[in-house]
T-cell receptor, first 112, second 118 residues
Framework: GEDVEQSLFLSVREGDSSVINCTYTDSSSTYLYWYKQEPGAGLQLLTY?????DMKQDQRLTVLLNKKDKHLSLRIADTQTGDSAIYFC????????????FGSGTRLLVRP | DGGITQSPKYLFRKEGQNVTLSCEQNLNHDAMYWYRQDPGQGLRLIYYSQIVNDFQKGDIAEGYSVSREKKESFPLTVTSAQKNPTAFYLCASSMGDAGMSSYNSPLHFGNGTRLTVT
């Protein structure tokens, strides 16, 4: 199937780390992406990882990929109130469309 | 600055009327996409186009139509046949697939159009 799954909600205190998890379906996926959506806006690309990598770090963001379990995570260090948003993971579908399949999104709430 | 422009931001229509949502990009991207987002749900693909004058149905194409006469433009028409048209519509573009699985082609999104049909 094409389901990309994420937990719906995460609440953390300002300054703590946030970890948002995602499971995907296609074992042949090449690129996996994390997007951020603020209220009433489009999706902003945060980071991505190629499937031959285990980890990618980009400033406060760390992406971990476990290909065996088809598990992807996004860690946000020193979470700020401005990080409150919905976070989507997406996998690049490896048929002729090369389309992206999105999860349902995780709403992150950062408490002061 | 390059980007994707969706207009209008808010759109209101009466049931039974067709409505067209605009999407324009100046990123020189080959591929363009329309997604629909409903509250608490992920994005569902309506239509996509990998090249001018060609487009394919996505997962929920019924009740929608598109055209791709210019590289920069990919308008979406929501027809009266669409049973539940009220939603947030997102347009995106990418460089395309280049026919290579190792080719990184993330989607870049517009700011969306919120359509309300009463």
């Amino acid at each position: 199937g094409e389901d990309v799954e994420q937990s719906l909600f995460l609440s953390v205190r300002e300054g703590d780390s946030s970890v948002i998890n995602c499971t995907y379906t296609d074992s042949s996926s090449t690129y996996l992406y994390w997007y951020k959506q603020e209220p009433g806006a489009g999706l902003q690309l945060l980071t991505y990882i190629f499937s031959n990598m285990d980890m990618k770090q980009d400033q406060r963001l760390t992406v971990l990929l476990n290909k065996k379990d088809k598990h992807l995570s996004l860690r946000i260090a020193d979470t700020q109130t401005g990080d409150s948003a919905i976070y989507f993971c997406a996998e690049r579908w490896m048929d002729s469309s090369y389309k992206l399949i999105f999860g349902s999104g995780t709403r992150l709430l950062v408490r002061p | 600055d390059g980007g994707i422009t969706q207009s209008p931001k808010y759109l209101f229509r009466k049931e039974g009327q067709n409505v067209t949502l605009s999407c324009e990009q100046n990123l020189n991207h080959d591929a363009m996409y329309w997604y629909r987002q409903d509250p608490g749900q992920g994005l569902r693909l309506i239509y996509y186009s990998q090249i001018v004058n060609d487009f394919q149905k996505g997962d929920i194409a019924e009740g929608y139509s598109v055209s791709r006469e210019k590289k920069e433009s990919f308008p979406l028409t929501v027809t009266s046949a669409q049973k539940n048209p009220t939603a947030f519509y997102l347009c995106a573009s990418s460089m395309g697939d280049a026919g290579m699985s190792s080719y990184n082609s993330p989607l870049h999104f517009g700011n969306g159009t919120r359509l309300t049909v009463t």
